[in-house]
């Protein structure tokens, strides 16, 4: 069941296909349309903001200064944003699975590490 905020049909006007299911009202409601040219529209634009928005920060982080603007590019469009609540951990010391280069945005991160076990963590770095 699809509450407020919700959305459907955008799969048949991003890759251009049949509608891959059908959607039926359960009660009277209200919705908001757009047609493929504009959403296809939107989405380019606000892509192409991301993208240069992502690039100018990109060219300040210091790992990444070597890289010439079509490789930051590249990056630009695979990077995901998510987001973390304070107090919230992100990766933990011992973790196996690291498949993840983070690059911190907005908001603060603390970097703590534990040199024995059984001891408390000790702040090595803050964000």
Known sequence: TLRQGNYFGELALMYNCPRAATVRAVR???LFGLGQEVFQ??????AHDRRAQYDTFLQRVAILRGLTKEERGKIADVMV???YKDGEYIIT????RADTFFIL??????STKSYAPGTPPVEVLHY
């Open 28 to 30: 009277d409601g209200l």
């Open 93 to 96: 010391q011992g973790d196996e």
């Open 81 to 83: 944003q998510r987001s």
């Open 41 to 46: 529209h939107i989405l380019r634009s606000s």
């Open 105 to 110: 945005f907005e908001g603060d991160a603390v």
